[in-house]
């Protein structure tokens, strides 16, 4: 689903922000399926593809349920993106997908993730 397009949401901007500036913290705020776990595990794949190892990395969820879906989600856009695809939920940041550099780091930490 690589190609595929979908219409500007009112707040891409804040996504792309939350998912691309790791210099700052967010606080995420929203409703049932809005993203919130997309906009999560893609600012944790992207501290992952700037270097910073797994174990340096702390998520908080409320329930087991949706620490689950974090790490599949986690899980899912690693593997994607290593193999140079990027997942329609992060193309707000990654609208030309990961440099080498970064994509090198993605490499190390998958094989950490997937263990």
Known sequence: ??????????????????VADITH???VEAGAGSGKTAV?????VMLLAGGVHPRHIAAVT?????????????????DRLCRGDVPAELRIA???????ARQAALVAAGGILMT
């Open 94 to 100: 990654l609208p030309q997908g990961l440099d080498p």
């Open 25 to 27: 913290s967010f606080l």
């Open 1 to 18: 689903m690589m190609g595929q397009m979908r219409a500007p949401l009112a707040d891409d901007a804040a996504r792309r922000a939350a």
């Open 40 to 44: 999560l595990a893609g600012r944790i």
């Open 62 to 78: 409320f329930t087991e349920l949706a620490a689950s879906e974090l790490v599949m989600r986690i899980r899912t856009f690693v």
